[in-house]
């Protein structure tokens, strides 16, 4: 199957710095990405969709100026957490396909652990 | 997008059958219904997905009730890697992909 890589898989970072989280499709070329949350024994929650060449739309309650989104390439999105505090510690993961569409599968980078201190 | 009604746990013995429910009574007719399952710290794995037929691969068989408001994830011989969360999806128009709160599967020796 198609692979999603994400990097780093944890990070650790002082409150108030920004961290960048990497999403590649490694062999494939992914139009649209999405990134996810998830918090501790809870299910994954959708932030935004990634998209190559504009802008990244974003779910209600998400900050857009908080969580920036960049899809410069067709296998690349990066995800930054701008001015992370503690209640920014959280699982990010992102999705990509090479197909979209919703009779499609999804594939799930391994995800990236977040501390804020 | 329209929502999904799963048990938040269920148990099994190893080497015997799960049956995986799920409820999606509001289901629109251009809905196709996912299943992905998430083992502890990892990112969700692709299970199966189909829009009126039953569909069987590798992984699993799903089962869809002819009038589409439910499914049945089965998985024939349970292993103790089957242990993880089972999320139950819609997947319509939008493409996205909204998460419920799943199954936790257990699976004991």
């Known amino acids: 199957g198609a692979v999603v890589s994400q990097h780093p898989s944890w990070v650790i970072c002082k409150s108030g710095t920004s961290v960048k989280i990497e999403c590649r499709s490694l062999?494939?070329?992914?139009?649209?990405m999405f990134w996810y949350r998830q918090f501790p024994k809870q299910s994954l929650m959708l932030m935004a969709t990634s998209n190559e060449g504009s802008k990244a739309t974003y779910e209600q309650g998400v900050e857009k100026d908080k969580f920036l989104i960049n899809h410069a390439s067709l296998t690349l999105s990066t995800l930054t957490v701008t001015s992370a505090h503690p209640e920014d510690s959280s699982f990010y993961i992102c999705?990509?396909?090479?197909?979209?569409?919703?009779?499609?599968?999804?594939?799930f980078g391994q995800g990236t652990r977040l501390t804020v201190v | 997008d329209a929502k999904t009604t799963q048990p938040n746990s269920m148990e099994s013995n190893e080497e015997e059958p799960v049956h995986l429910p799920c409820n999606h009574s509001?289901?629109?007719?251009?809905?196709?219904i996912h299943w992905y399952r998430q083992l502890p710290s990892q990112g969700p794995e692709y299970v199966i997905h189909g829009l009126t037929s039953n569909v069987n691969n590798r992984m699993a068989s799903l089962a869809i009730a002819e009038d589409r408001k439910s499914s049945t994830l089965i998985l024939h011989r349970a292993t103790l890697r089957d242990a993880a969360v089972y999320y139950c999806i819609l997947r319509g128009a939008t493409n996205k992909l909204i998460f419920g709160t799943g199954t936790l599967l257990a699976v004991q020796p």
């Open positions: 509001t289901i629109s007719g251009t809905d196709y």
């Open positions: 999705s990509a396909e090479p197909f979209m569409g919703s009779n499609t599968e999804a594939f």
């Open positions: 062999d494939f070329q992914a139009t649209t």
